[in-house]
């Protein structure tokens, strides 16, 4: 899993601090109240900060094993994970 920790958070990084981070959006796993999970949106440029596996969004801690795709805003797909359970 290094590897594609790696990977991850290499884009991440890039997101974060190379600019325009508005112009993409990062899909995570997110558990909802009853235990199922959804894929939730977060928008480049409502990442605080990306460091030790984690991504910082306001309050929130989310690991970045739960990153599950990366987009630009045209829809087009930068970084896919590869397949597991579907949502």
Do not use: A
């Not at 290094?2 to 325009?20: A, D, M, S, Y």
């Not at 306001?58 to 397949?83: A, C, F, T």
């Amino acid at each position: 899993m290094g590897h594609r920790r790696g990977e991850i958070e290499k884009w991440l990084r890039r997101i974060k601090w190379g600019g325009n981070s508005g112009n993409y959006v990062v899909y995570i796993r997110h558990r909802i109240v009853d235990g199922s999970e959804i894929l939730r949106s977060i928008r480049g440029d409502e990442i605080d900060d990306v460091r030790r596996g984690y991504i910082f969004v306001g309050d929130e801690q989310i690991p970045l094993h739960r990153v599950e795709e990366i987009r630009d805003i045209e829809g087009n797909v930068l970084y896919k994970r590869r397949s597991r359970k579907p949502l």
